[in-house]
């Protein structure tokens, strides 16, 4: 009898095997809510602050003093400032990507920790960019720097290739990122432009 209750069926075991673990951005498209507060309409509307967060932080250090929200017919929102631009240059712990990539693409990775590039910021400090990027089907970032135009884009938290050089910027500078909220996670919900 006492065997009887120590034995377990084969599909109740419990060992190393049974732990999964989730890599890049798996973990928000799994549960959102730990990021965002969940996949109602206020946590959609949560993610423009986020992005939004980041313009901010430009502004109040000084760097922009111009930040646009335009929501779009398909329902996309484009957050744009004349800031410095994230950088795109290679990140020196993956050199195999851009800094713009990494921020995108990483939890926990921005330029708020040190205390050297912001005074103060707001947001998810390194977690806001990367989970908008994983909760929308849509991301492309646009970066106006030296006189040039980059772009990158991602779904679902994949980048989708390389940032690359599209164009000439001769007068125009700053970050513009433009996203379509995933709607395997909101379902129907949509942009309100009295919330926004």
């Known amino acids: 009898m006492a065997n009887d209750l120590l034995s377990t069926p084969a599909d109740e075991i419990y060992d190393a095997s049974s732990i999964e673990v989730l890599e890049g951005l798996e973990p928000v498209r799994?549960?959102?809510?730990?990021?965002?507060?969940?996949?109602?309409?206020?946590?959609?509307?949560?993610?423009?602050?986020?992005?939004?967060?980041?313009?901010?932080?430009?502004?109040?250090?000084?760097?922009?003093?111009?930040?646009?929200?335009?929501?779009?017919?398909?329902?996309?929102?484009?957050?744009?400032?004349?800031?410095?631009?994230?950088?795109?240059?290679?990140?020196?712990?993956?050199?195999?990507?851009?800094?713009?990539?990494?921020?995108?693409?990483?939890?926990h990775a921005g330029g708020k920790f040190s205390g050297k590039a912001y005074q103060t910021s707001g947001g998810l400090h390194g977690v806001g960019s990367s989970v908008v990027n994983a909760l929308s089907d849509s991301l492309v970032v646009q970066v106006a720097k030296n006189k040039e135009l980059f772009e990158q884009r991602f779904s679902r938290g994949l980048p989708l290739g390389p940032v690359e050089k599209v164009g000439a910027a001769p007068n125009k500078r700053g970050t513009f990122v433009t996203f379509h909220a995933d709607e395997q996670i909101f379902g129907s919900h949509r942009f309100k432009p009295k919330r926004l």
Not at 49 to 75: F, K, P, Q
Not at 102 to 107: A, D, E, G, K, P
């Open 30 to 107: 799994q549960r959102p809510g730990m990021y965002i507060g969940g996949t109602d309409e206020r946590a959609l509307h949560h993610m423009v602050a986020e992005i939004l967060d980041n313009s901010m932080d430009e502004a109040v250090a000084g760097h922009a003093n111009r930040i646009e929200v335009t929501l779009h017919a398909d329902y996309s929102v484009t957050i744009s400032d004349n800031g410095r631009g994230i950088p795109i240059d290679p990140h020196p712990k993956f050199p195999d990507k851009s800094a713009l990539e990494v921020i995108l693409c990483t939890l």
